[in-house]
């Protein structure tokens, strides 16, 4: 008998009674620790499948005995159809009939969002921007005293935006991006941080934008402004980024644009623009990009400019 088997009777521990040749102990139930470890998981299972069957038994509705045989088959058949439909399942056809995205058609499962109206929708498409909006925006918008954001962004809508929407004295953010929307801005905003209007708006840029004072992203571009650019735009000193590009504005940029001291970026491109590059432009030390291309600018580069110590990207060519 060697040291280990002498040790091991000295302190009372026998064969484990599973029978693997090793020594078990009274705490582990005269079984060895890989042994003990086993029953545990087999009792943790048994037991798993008794509270199972225990839910399934009670669950299961005893016959009644007023209906039919054939009445009780109606009945197990509605119920599958029930339990197939809430999973996504079309019992006609045996498919996931409701299991995609009504816009995209992309595959949601179980992630998708049911709306009111019975269909469903991706993550993507729950909002509403981008989808396939049509008609006017509904002028009752403007009474929702806690708007505070609006993104109607890459729609069909069309007509003129209600002017009672500026009334949303919570609005903080507007996206009209990308629809089929005319006519003008309403002039009332007052307390707006983001507005983006790229659509087939015309007229001319209302001056009161430079009394939003939180603003830091105005993004017109892609319309049919005309006129001179508004000289009230540079009492916005929060703008962060300016986008003018794409409309029919003339006249010099308003020398009011040197006070623009936290702007970075400043799109003016592919409009009527002309004279000369203010002096002032050099004062726009945080701006990162500054693009003036496809105007009828003249003149010199003022040597101003190489005092905007973080520009990036200047763009005035003809052509880009």
Do not use: W
């Not at 521990?13 to 693997?20: A, F, M, N, S």
């Not at 919570?170 to 209007?197: C, K």
């Not at 000289?231 to 409309?247: K, M, P």
Request: aromatic share 6%.
């Amino acid at each position: 008998m060697d040291s280990t088997t002498t040790s091991n009777a000295a302190s009372g521990r026998g064969l484990c009674v599973k029978g693997c040749g090793f020594y078990g102990s009274e705490e582990t139930k005269n079984m060895c620790s890989k042994c003990h470890n086993h029953f545990l998981k087999t009792q943790i299972i048994d037991k798993t499948t008794k509270e199972l069957e225990s839910l399934s038994l009670a669950h299961t509705k005893p016959p009644n005995p007023s209906l039919s045989s054939s009445d009780h088959a109606l009945l197990e058949q509605d119920s599958g159809s029930k339990m197939l439909n809430a999973a996504g399942f079309d019992s006609e056809s045996g498919s996931r009939g409701k299991s995609r995205c009504k816009n995209c058609n992309k595959k949601v499962g179980l992630t998708g969002f049911k709306c009111r109206c019975g269909d469903l929708f991706c993550g993507m498409h729950r909002y509403l921007h981008g989808n396939k909006l049509t008609g006017p925006i509904p002028p009752e918008l403007g009474n929702t005293s806690k708007l505070n954001y609006l993104n109607l962004a890459n729609n069909q809508l069309e007509e003129p935006i209600p002017h009672n929407i500026s009334s949303c004295r919570a609005l903080t953010q507007f996206n009209v991006h990308g629809n089929q929307l005319h006519g003008s801005i309403p002039s009332s905003f007052r307390d707006l941080e983001s507005l983006t209007y790229p659509n087939n708006f015309k007229g001319r840029i209302p001056n009161e934008l430079g009394s939003i004072i939180n603003l830091d992203t105005l993004d017109l571009s892609d319309n049919n402004f005309s006129g001179a650019v508004p000289t009230s735009i540079g009492d916005l000193e929060h703008l962060l980024t300016l986008n003018l590009s794409r409309n029919h504005l003339y006249g010099p940029l308003p020398t009011e644009f040197g006070n623009l001291r936290s702007i970075q970026t400043m799109d003016m491109s592919f409009n009527n623009l002309c004279f000369s590059i203010p002096t002032v432009m050099g004062q726009l030390q945080n701006i990162m990009s500054l693009i003036l291309n496809n105007n009828n600018l003249h003149g010199e580069i003022p040597q101003q400019l190489t005092n905007c110590f973080g520009l990036l990207c200047m763009i005035i060519s003809l052509y880009p």
